[in-house]
């Protein structure tokens, strides 16, 4: 899993429940068995859509390739990598 996932799994879980928790809302489900069910899906829904986004994000990239190595890049440059 890469890390641009993690993120976003974050915001998507909380768009795709709060999303289903208004949809349920306005036709008059107030039972919170929906509600929870809806907020299951959403969380249960969050980590397949980042994961697509992310890899859609990341073909369109031009400087991101996948076969460059893991201790390349990383959070901290380290002083003699290779630019891109």
């Given at each position: 899993?890469?890390?641009?996932?993690?993120?976003?799994?974050?915001?998507?879980g909380?768009?795709?429940?709060?999303?289903l928790?208004t949809?349920?809302?306005?036709?008059?489900y107030?039972?919170?068995?929906?509600?929870?069910?809806?907020?299951?899906?959403?969380?249960?829904?969050a980590?397949?859509?980042a994961?697509?986004?992310?890899?859609?994000?990341?073909?369109?990239?031009?400087?991101?390739?996948?076969?460059?190595?893991?201790m390349?890049?990383?959070t901290?440059?380290?002083?003699?990598?290779?630019e891109v």
């Amino acid at each position: 899993m890469d890390r641009l996932s993690i993120i976003l799994s974050l915001l998507s879980g909380a768009l795709i429940s709060g999303f289903l928790v208004t949809t349920a809302f306005s036709m008059g489900y107030y039972n919170w068995w929906v509600i929870g069910g809806a907020v299951a899906v959403g969380m249960l829904m969050a980590w397949p859509s980042a994961y697509y986004v992310s890899r859609l994000i990341k073909n369109q990239d031009p400087h991101w390739s996948p076969d460059r190595e893991r201790m390349e890049y990383g959070t901290i440059p380290r002083r003699n990598a290779k630019e891109v």
